[in-house]
């Protein structure tokens, strides 16, 4: 059971998670964790059993110096908190890596774990490989399952059928808890998932701003969006296939009815993107 040492009474609040692996194209939901934890100074104040859900032949542990001595940094799930005096409410953020195994019994210890310490919005960011172009916004979707979460904040359920990952394992056993949970998710462009993708964190960020009314600083998120941005379209610059390609993804954008609005368009694109990599749940 996951425990919470040396903690205040929190005030109304919120959890955020999200995950490596599966559910994280372009690694742009992790670093969306990772920005609020150095944005908001949040401290890590627990974390699950690595024993219990991780398979290190799959998830290496790492020797890492720490003040000249050499040890062991085990994969595992940390949980941290931010009690920024600029907000209303604190909140947890949940850093993780998707689990090898036993997820059932991962996925009950952590939203137990949010009902006990009185979460009363729980959020899951993911990011996925879309067929989206680079030089445009890049598409972010929100969705919701808990009937009260969708009317405030005007979302709708998720449509998607197929293959899932811990944050789709979540984001429903949060439904049948009754907890109020929403989930986030980034398009990513396939051709340019290979390495992070600070444009879709800073979708990502700027999705919860909007939805949680919290204040947000963007650090340098731009800066590096439109370096990103820039080293993409030297890549299409070098390569006609690729160039007529990104152009071909611009004009259907371009002309379509706000297709990065609709929570299906994106549900669509998953299921895409999972037919191209063979529904295979270790890809990506």
């Known amino acids: ?8 009474e929190l005030r109304d609040p919120i959890m955020i998670a999200a995950f490596e692996g599966w559910n994280d194209a372009g690694e742009a939901a992790t670093a969306a964790i990772e920005h609020l934890s150095e944005v908001w100074k949040a401290e890590p104040v627990a974390a699950l059993d690595p024993e219990d859900y991780y398979d290190f032949q799959v998830s290496r542990p790492r020797v890492v110096l720490d003040d000249g001595k050499r040890r062991i940094s085990w994969p595992t799930t940390r949980i941290l908190l931010a009690t920024s005096t600029s907000l209303d409410r604190d909140i947890i953020l949940v850093q993780g890596i998707e689990p090898s195994t036993r997820w059932r019994s991962f996925t009950i210890e952590l939203l137990e774990f949010a009902q006990q310490i009185g979460i009363t919005t729980f959020v899951t960011l993911g990011a996925l490989l879309a067929d989206v172009p680079h030089t445009r916004p890049l598409p972010i979707s929100a969705t919701s399952e808990h009937e009260e979460v969708a009317r ?14 811990i944050v ?13 949970a929403l989930s986030c998710w980034a398009a990513v462009p396939h051709y340019a998932g290979g390495t992070p993708s600070p444009k879709a964190t800073l979708g990502l960020i700027a999705k919860l701003e909007e939805l949680l009314d919290l204040p947000i600083p963007h650090g340098d998120l731009p800066e590096q969006s439109r370096a990103w941005e820039h080293g993409v ?4 610059e070098s390569d006609d296939e690729v160039a007529e390609y990104i152009h ?13 609005a609709s929570g299906d368009a994106i549900a669509r694109e998953f299921e895409r993107y999972l037919r191209r990599r063979g529904d295979d749940p270790q890809a990506g």
């Open 1 to 8: 059971m996951i425990e919470l040492a040396d903690v205040p």
């Open 152 to 165: 405030r904040f005007n979302l709708e359920s998720s449509s998607y059928e197929g293959a899932t990952g």
């Open 168 to 180: 789709g394992v979540l984001a429903d056993a949060a439904a049948q808890s009754d907890l109020p």
């Open 233 to 236: 379209d030297e890549l299409a």
């Open 248 to 260: 071909s993804l611009e004009e259907a954008q371009d002309t379509a009815d706000l297709p990065e």
